[in-house]
């Protein structure tokens, strides 16, 4: 009997994939070795739509050569993209997560993204710009399915103190992607011999998401049979009460220190997706060709993707704060893409580069510094975080109706008044929530090991209030 139980439970197909959502698991006291397999699994997922998000600049400025469209029709593009993150995170996506776990909605969201892939066959055999905008919403809602649950394991999967560390480090992993997408397509899709044939650079672009779909395909394959670790909201609650004592979290509608984390990552990522929307227009403005425009784009995707790194590095000094490396991080942006507005030439296109450069930690900070001591409300502020990425639906389309009327330089006003909005958040944590964040960057949870004792004690007073709770 024993030996039948344990050859089914070395079936993958057999084997039990979900976990209830109030259950404490072990991973609520994951060490730092004990959660690198996981991490560096899902981080593999940053490359992909770090590689879809690269194509989606360079696709929006071709689209508008090859297709004839306006900046602000090709908008639309971005708009398709981002709705979907507007639509399924706080929604579908969500409800997945929270009933099913991490490895469910990671199968999910592949599954839809490769079927978003698929789609660009059509698409691209008929020149269609309606058929790409519908295969980048369901591509959109693969990746915002992923995002939902990627995002947020990485920023609890594992010690609570290297928390903006593994997430900054997955996502210079997706700037990679985003840089390499550019080079690919000003070479493959869009060289010079294609230029005075639109329809042979949309057919190539076909074939690159085909491949795409089947390299989804194989992932999901992993995700089922390689062992993922299942964080709960129990886990997290247990956490959050061993990080700052026993203390009432307080139910969803005043985690007000999440709602503004929110806010600026919806200002923020619309501000970052425009400009890198327009980046190629924008140098056109500043006398480079479409070639190496996209290749410029590629240089700043590039220094976006290293300042990752070097912020991932800086993070592990004690001194560099997160609160403080986003205030000054987003702080540089506003300053960098002030200085391209106002000047010309090779000037302007080095300042836009540096805002690129500088976007690099903001995101990855915002996202982990808003869960802070969400407790048994993770996922569902993961999924509101994730879902703040609709900003990019709603600031290029303002960006494109200004370049439309004027011109690229003038429109960067867009993504400086991106910038202003979202820096209420860095404020808010340096000055009234300095404490709960730096508690949780202080934290041995997950580096000293609770005695035997306590840890027993601890799960059977988190099970008491489950069990309580679900009376």
Same mark, same amino acid.
């Given at each position: 009997?024993?030996?039948?139980?344990?050859?089914?439970?070395?079936?993958? +197909?057999?084997?039990?994939?979900?976990?209830?959502?109030?259950?404490?698991?072990?991973?609520?006291?994951?060490?730092?070795?004990?959660?690198?397999?996981?991490?560096?699994?899902?981080t593999t997922l940053f490359f992909l739509w770090g590689f879809a998000y690269g194509l989606l600049d360079v696709l929006n400025s071709h689209f508008q050569h090859h297709l004839s469209i306006t900046p602000t029709l090709s908008a639309l593009l971005s708009t398709a993209y981002f709705g979907a993150y507007f639509l399924l995170p706080p929604?579908?996506?969500?409800?997945?997560?929270?009933?099913?776990?991490?490895?469910?909605?990671?199968?999910?969201?592949?599954?839809?993204?490769?079927?978003?892939c698929l789609l660009f066959w059509p698409s691209g055999v008929y020149s269609s710009f309606g058929g790409f905008c519908g295969s980048m919403f369901v591509v959109g809602a693969g990746l915002a399915t992923l995002e939902t649950a990627a995002d947020p394991f990485l920023s609890i999967c594992g010690p609570p103190r290297y928390s903006e560390i593994r997430l900054n480090l997955a996502q210079a992993v997706q700037g990679v992607g985003s840089f390499v997408?550019?080079?690919? $397509?000003?070479?493959?899709?869009?060289?010079?011999?294609?230029?005075?044939?639109?329809?042979?650079?949309?057919?190539?672009?076909? +074939?690159?998401?085909?491949?795409? $779909?089947?390299?989804?395909?194989?992932?999901?394959?992993?995700?089922w049979v390689v062992p993922m670790v299942e964080v709960t909201d129990a886990d997290m609650g247990l956490q959050e009460s061993q990080i700052d004592g026993p203390r009432e979290v307080g139910p969803f509608r005043r985690q007000y220190n999440l709602f503004l984390a929110v806010w600026s990552q919806f200002c923020y990522v619309g501000a970052q997706v425009a400009v890198a929307n327009y980046f190629i227009n924008f140098c056109e403005e500043a006398g480079r060709d479409r070639a190496t425009s996209s290749d410029l784009l590629a240089v700043g995707q590039g220094l976006y993707a290293f300042n990752r790194f070097v912020a991932g590095g800086l993070l592990t000094i004690p001194a560099f704060k997160p609160r403080y490396m986003l205030a000054a991080y987003l702080g540089l942006c506003f300053v960098?893409?002030?200085?391209?507005?106002?000047?010309?030439?090779?000037?302007?296109?080095?300042?836009?580069?540096?805002?690129?450069?500088?976007?690099?930690?903001?995101?990855?900070?915002?996202?982990?510094?808003?869960?802070r001591g969400l407790g048994r409300h993770t996922k569902m502020g993961g999924s509101l975080l994730v879902a703040a990425i609709s900003g990019g639906m709603v600031f290029p389309p303002m960006m494109g109706a200004v370049v439309s009327a004027r011109d690229a330089h003038t429109a960067m006003a867009i993504p400086?008044?991106?910038?202003?909005?979202?820096?209420?958040?860095?404020?808010?944590?340096?000055? +009234?929530k300095k404490d709960v964040m730096d508690s949780h960057r202080e934290t041995t949870v997950g580096i000293e090991k609770p005695a035997v004792g306590e840890k027993a004690l601890q799960l059977e007073e988190q099970r008491s209030k489950t069990a309580e709770g679900a009376c």
């Open positions: 009997m024993h030996h039948h139980e344990r050859s089914r439970m070395g079936r993958p +197909w057999s084997r039990k994939v979900t976990i209830r959502d109030d259950t404490v698991t072990s991973a609520a006291h994951l060490t730092l070795r004990q959660s690198l397999l996981p991490n560096l699994l899902v929604t579908l996506s969500s409800f997945i997560l929270r009933s099913y776990g991490f490895r469910v909605t990671f199968m999910t969201g592949l599954a839809i993204f490769s079927i978003g997408a550019p080079l690919l $397509a000003s070479r493959v899709f869009f060289g010079k011999g294609l230029e005075e044939q639109g329809g042979e650079g949309l057919k190539n672009v076909q +074939w690159v998401y085909l491949g795409v $779909a089947g390299f989804d395909v194989l992932l999901v394959a992993l995700f960098f893409v002030t200085a391209a507005m106002n000047t010309a030439g090779a000037t302007s296109i080095a300042m836009l580069m540096l805002v690129l450069c500088f976007e690099s930690c903001c995101f990855a900070t915002i996202f982990t510094l808003g869960l400086m008044m991106g910038y202003i909005l979202a820096f209420v958040y860095p404020v808010y944590v340096n000055i +009234w």
